[in-house]
């Protein structure tokens, strides 16, 4: 009932600065909340940001002051911009959104497929 399309990943040097866009299409009631997850070779998947629908935001310590989460509830879509990258940003990047399919339902999570982010000279 949901699809997650994640674009925007790619290689970057560091220091450079990287644009991640995803966009929730399908059948549901509402969203409530939309982010990003990364996930690095031979590491757990972890938060990097997410933002509610009342527009609280989550980051992760290791990205404040460099990544910037932005929503667009009428199109229901999620953006990273990210700044000053790093090589330690490294990892595929994973849009999440919880889902509530219906008003009587509690949210569920979904998943997009991925995108590749490559910090190196």
């Known amino acids: 009932q949901v699809q997650l399309v994640e674009s925007g990943g790619g290689l970057v040097q560091p220091g450079g600065s990287l644009r991640l866009s995803c966009a929730a299409s399908?059948?549901?009631?509402?969203?409530?909340?939309m982010g990003w997850y990364r996930q690095a070779p031979g590491k757990q998947r972890e938060l990097v940001a997410d933002?509610?629908?009342?527009?609280?935001?989550n980051y992760a310590e290791s990205v404040k002051g460099r990544f910037t989460i932005s929503r667009d509830l009428a199109k229901n879509s999620v953006h990273l911009q990210m700044s000053s990258l790093k090589p330690e940003d490294t990892a595929v990047y994973y849009c999440n959104a919880r889902v509530r399919l219906f008003w009587y339902e509690e949210p569920q999570d979904y998943w997009g497929q991925g995108t590749q982010v490559a910090v190196s000279s």
């Open positions: 933002m509610s629908s009342s527009r609280t935001t």
């Open positions: 399908g059948r549901f009631f509402s969203i409530t909340t």
